[in-house]
């Protein structure tokens, strides 16, 4: 059940949002928007939006984790955001 708190993701993808209002069928949901952290938010239609487990959220997080450190050893900061860098490396099947 979708509460204030509640760890989301919409059913067609994007980042993962952190729920805070729930007013009928609607969650106001907000969530980081890039790497500099920038918040961004958002309602959404309550069955649009899948709850993520607190097992599957910290795996998420251990993966980020991982490519950020990759990325970051081998780009630096600065020079190509993350995302870009991920599809070129994906594009390239390493």
Not at 7 to 19: D, R
Request: net charge negative; with cysteine; proline share 1%.
């Amino acid at each position: 059940m979708i509460k204030i708190g509640s760890t989301v993701k919409l059913k067609s993808g994007g980042p993962l949002m952190t729920v805070i209002s729930v007013v009928d069928d609607r969650a106001w949901c907000m969530w980081f928007a890039d790497e500099k952290f920038d918040v961004a938010g958002a309602d959404f239609h309550i069955q649009s939006l899948v709850e993520m487990s607190d097992e599957l959220q910290d795996e998420i997080t251990k993966v980020y984790h991982i490519v950020k450190a990759a990325y970051q050893e081998q780009v630096g900061e600065g020079k190509i955001n993350l995302l870009s860098w991920l599809i070129i490396r994906v594009k390239k099947g390493q």
